[in-house]
Structures are given as structure tokens and as C-alpha cells.
């Protein structure tokens, strides 16, 4: 666990105070790591504060982040992950925003199946953004003409 913590007052500045930390912790059946970062000043011109969090938890088929960033009045918070599943994976992000009074909502999911005695490769991926929602579906198979007819290879 790291830290650091500074506080401060001047009459032209006014107060100022930031803080920081980050921190690893290990367990048997992960890690979670944890970052931030915090600002606040109050002077002549009125009170600013921003704040940036960030956790991650790995662990060995995949791992999971968090973030929140507030600077004043606007804000953005995430979640995204991305996991091994048997033949294929889980990748996904989902983020909330307000910038400068505009809402905005996004979000994706990517699934994938991925199997090395197959001959198809698939992923279907959602993705939500302003415009609404766009699916994309990608597949993959390859065929050959062998000695004896079609053969069937890997991507």
C-alpha cells in the first residue's frame, strides 16, 4: 500500500489539497489492484475537484477493471472485463458519461468461440453507442482441395 497526501493554503491560491494511493492485493484466487488519485482547490474563482479511481481484479482466466473519473461537473464511470471460457471468450465495456451536460451511454459485448479442432471461427459482437445499436457477427472456416477432396484448416 502506497500513499501521499498533501494539503496547502496560500491567500493568492487558496486552499489545495491532493491525495493519492495504490494498493496490491493478492489473494488465491486473484489480484485486485486499486489506484487513485484526488484533487481539490477552493480559491477566488470558486471549488474544483477531480477524482480518478481505477480497480482490477485478474485473475488467471481473465480479469475485471472499474473506473471513475470526476473532474468538476462531468464524469465517467466504466466496467469492462474480458474471460477465457471453454472454446472461446467473454469481452465486454460498459461506460456512463456526463460531459459538459451530454449523457452518454455505451457499451459493447464481443463472445467468441475459438476451438483448435474446429474449422469455424465466430464472434458476434453488440455494440450500443449514440446512434443506437450495431451488431456485428464475424466467421471464419477454410477449405482446401487435398489429394483425396476438400480438407478443412484452421483460420
Given at each position: 500500500?502506497?500513499?501521499?497526501?498533501?494539503?496547502?493554503?496560500?491567500?493568492?491560491?487558496?486552499?489545495?489539497?491532493?491525495?493519492?494511493?495504490?494498493?496490491?492485493?493478492?489473494?488465491?484466487?486473484?489480484?485486485?489492484?486499486?489506484?487513485?488519485d484526488a484533487?481539490?482547490?477552493?480559491?477566488?474563482?470558486?471549488?474544483?475537484?477531480?477524482?480518478?479511481?481505477?480497480?482490477?481484479?485478474?485473475?488467471?482466466?481473465?480479469?475485471?477493471?472499474?473506473?471513475?473519473?470526476?473532474?468538476?461537473?462531468?464524469?465517467?464511470?466504466?466496467?469492462?472485463?474480458?474471460?477465457?471460457?471453454?472454446?472461446?471468450?467473454?469481452?465486454?465495456?460498459?461506460?456512463?458519461?456526463?460531459?459538459?451536460?451530454?449523457?452518454?451511454?455505451?457499451?459493447?459485448?464481443?463472445?467468441?468461440y475459438v476451438?483448435?479442432?474446429?474449422?469455424?471461427?465466430?464472434?458476434?459482437?453488440?455494440?450500443?453507442?449514440?446512434?443506437?445499436?450495431?451488431?456485428?457477427?464475424?466467421?471464419?472456416?477454410?477449405?482446401?482441395?487435398?489429394?483425396?477432396?476438400?480438407?478443412?484448416?484452421?483460420?
Amino acid at each position: 500500500l502506497g500513499w501521499d497526501l498533501a494539503v496547502g493554503y496560500s491567500k493568492s491560491a487558496g486552499i489545495q489539497a491532493h491525495v493519492a494511493a495504490d494498493a496490491k492485493f493478492v489473494g488465491k484466487d486473484g489480484t485486485l489492484t486499486l489506484q487513485g488519485d484526488a484533487t481539490l482547490t477552493k480559491g477566488a474563482q470558486g471549488l474544483n475537484a477531480k477524482l480518478d479511481l481505477a480497480l482490477d481484479y485478474t485473475t488467471q482466466g481473465g480479469h475485471l477493471v472499474f473506473k471513475l473519473k470526476v473532474d468538476g461537473g462531468s464524469y465517467e464511470v466504466q466496467l469492462s472485463g474480458d474471460f477465457q471460457i471453454k472454446h472461446g471468450y467473454v469481452k465486454f465495456t460498459l461506460s456512463f458519461a456526463d460531459k459538459n451536460g451530454q449523457n452518454v451511454v455505451q457499451g459493447t459485448l464481443d463472445l467468441g468461440y475459438v476451438d483448435a479442432n474446429s474449422d469455424l471461427k465466430l464472434s458476434l459482437e453488440a455494440v450500443l453507442g449514440p446512434n443506437g445499436l450495431t451488431l456485428k457477427l464475424d466467421m471464419e472456416f477454410r477449405y482446401y482441395w487435398g489429394p483425396n477432396g476438400p480438407v478443412a484448416e484452421l483460420p
